[in-house]
């Protein structure tokens, strides 16, 4: 794992720092030189995003970093901060995606030394196709899991692998929005998903 070390040829700068962080998530892989300035520069990018009401998230283990909201009990009752980053509201469909992806890379992670997960197209539709409600139309359930894939690719959870045709990389920052308590009781929301796509209402929300 890369550290704390000097960005090669160049002082560490700040606005490089927050700018990144502003565009999305910073990962110690793709974007090393950015997560340098980070590492060196922590203390100042907490200061600087919190004045505009944000806190910077970084876990050097995993090697990524991201900024959230401040929790509502934490602004000052007098001077309320506008949200810079909205709450995202998931259909029932991709909550599920995320949750299966969740499980399928703590497993991973405990039986394997690597530490970059990645799945075919069709392992995806495999793992989630069972949960899904049954059509005559096969091609239409295929249809909606792409659909379901590339809201994940879109939200920062999957990556297109340049170098494979319908292969992804699940990415790691799912672990900071799927927490080990939630982990602990997917089983029973796995359960609590499969009778909701049962029923009637399949417009339900994460």
Do not use: C
């Not at 160049?10 to 892989?29: C, E, F, P």
């Not at 991709?94 to 499980?103: F, G, I, P, T």
């Not at 992670?109 to 197209?121: F, H, I, K, P, W």
């Not at 992804?168 to 308590?181: G, T």
Request: net charge negative; hydrophobic share 45%; aromatic share 6%.
């Amino acid at each position: 794992m890369s550290g704390t070390g000097a960005v090669p040829g160049s002082a560490a700068d700040l606005s490089q720092a927050v700018t990144h962080l502003m565009k999305g998530v910073v990962y110690r892989d793709s974007h090393e030189v950015p997560w340098q300035h980070l590492m060196q520069l922590q203390s100042q990018v907490r200061d600087y995003v919190a004045v505009i009401g944000l806190l910077v998230v970084i876990d050097e283990a995993e090697g990524y970093a991201y900024l959230r909201s401040r929790p509502d009990d934490e602004e000052d009752e007098q001077a309320p901060i506008p949200r810079l980053i909205a709450r995202r509201q998931l259909s029932l469909h991709v909550s599920l995606l995320l949750a299966l992806l969740r499980k399928k890379l703590a497993e991973f992670d405990a039986n394997a030394a690597d530490t970059r997960m990645v799945l075919t197209r069709q392992q995806i539709i495999d793992m989630l196709v069972v949960f899904l409600p049954a059509t005559n139309t096969d091609a239409r359930i295929i249809d909606q899991i792409d659909s379901h894939i590339a809201k994940a690719v879109e939200l920062g959870f999957l990556r297109r692998v340049n170098d494979g045709d319908g292969v992804y990389e699940v990415r790691r920052i799912l672990k900071a929005f799927v927490d080990a308590q939630w982990l602990a009781d997917l089983d029973q929301r796995l359960a609590e998903y499969a009778a909701q796509f049962t029923g009637r209402d399949e417009k339900s929300e994460m």
